[in-house]
């Protein structure tokens, strides 16, 4: 008995050290990624003359398509970069389930599980490129009510924070988001990645609206987003991290839309 359990625990400690070094492994290449896609930008602002405008309008000679694929490739890059960290343990826990139920698959299918993850995270950016193109555009022709956008959205992403619908999603998150007896299956895996995605996506919704607003391509507002992303969902008061966030952004929204208000 002794050996049997002196067993079990060295393959889960070898399954766990394969884990987290996988994990690092997808997040320093999501960061590299996002890096090049920076540096590509920012080599194209000379073009265009406008960094904030760059990156959701086409450069000269550009067109939608190329503009629209060159922002899901960096939105996908920054997402795996900032959420990795917060999901990882969901996805530990899900691949733990599969083997404790006799799948032989589990590295697999919770790999799975991540892509489905990040593919729901990928089709939100399909949704968020419209406004963020609209309020390029708006910053072109209108430049002082422009400058009310995102001190708005700030301001709305940080209300968000106190919100049940918040609440709820941010508690769906935080608990152990495994079926209770999880199909090997990889369209079972899949879809399970689709939903935990989904409910990450809307609890995320303030955060991601207040980093979009302040600028995506700062790698300093996405490290601020990722750690207040990862103590909403990994400390153990999450919904008290949540609120804190909350305050900052709104405050600093606040902040910016009367500054907004007295530029104009």
Not at 36 to 51: D, E, I, T
Not at 79 to 85: H, K, Y
Not at 168 to 191: I, K, N, Q, S, T
Request: aromatic letters at 8%.
């Amino acid at each position: 008995m002794n050996t049997a359990g002196a067993e079990m625990r060295a393959a889960w400690r070898h399954a766990g050290r394969r884990f987290v070094g996988g994990t690092a492994l997808a997040l320093a290449a999501a960061v590299l990624a996002w890096n090049a896609a920076m540096q590509a930008m920012r080599g194209m602002a000379v073009l265009c003359g406008n960094m904030a405008a760059m990156s959701w309008l086409p450069p000269p000679g550009g067109t939608w398509p190329g503009v629209l694929a060159a922002f899901l490739g960096m939105w996908t890059a920054m997402t795996v970069a900032m959420m990795l960290p917060s999901i990882a343990p969901a996805l530990w826990r899900y691949r733990r389930s599969l083997h404790e139920a006799g799948s032989r698959h589990a590295d697999g299918l919770a790999a799975m599980a991540g892509l489905g993850y990040f593919c729901t995270w990928t089709l939100l950016g399909f949704l968020v490129f419209p406004s963020g193109a609209a309020l390029a555009a708006l910053q072109a022709q209108a430049p002082a009510l422009a400058r009310l956008a995102p001190a708005t959205a700030v301001l709305a992403g940080g209300l968000f924070q106190f919100t049940a619908l918040k609440a709820r999603y941010l508690a769906g998150c935080r608990v152990d988001a495994c079926e209770a007896m999880p199909r090997a299956h990889p369209g079972a895996a899949w879809r399970h990645g689709l939903r935990l995605g989904l409910r990450c996506g809307v609890s995320c919704a303030g955060l991601t609206a207040s980093l979009l607003a302040v600028g995506m391509m700062d790698w300093r507002a996405m490290a601020i987003a990722a750690a207040a992303t990862a103590g909403e969902r990994l400390a153990p008061g999450g919904l008290r991290v949540a609120h804190v966030t909350g305050l900052v952004l709104a405050a600093t929204g606040a902040f910016m839309l009367a500054r907004a208000v007295h530029l104009a």
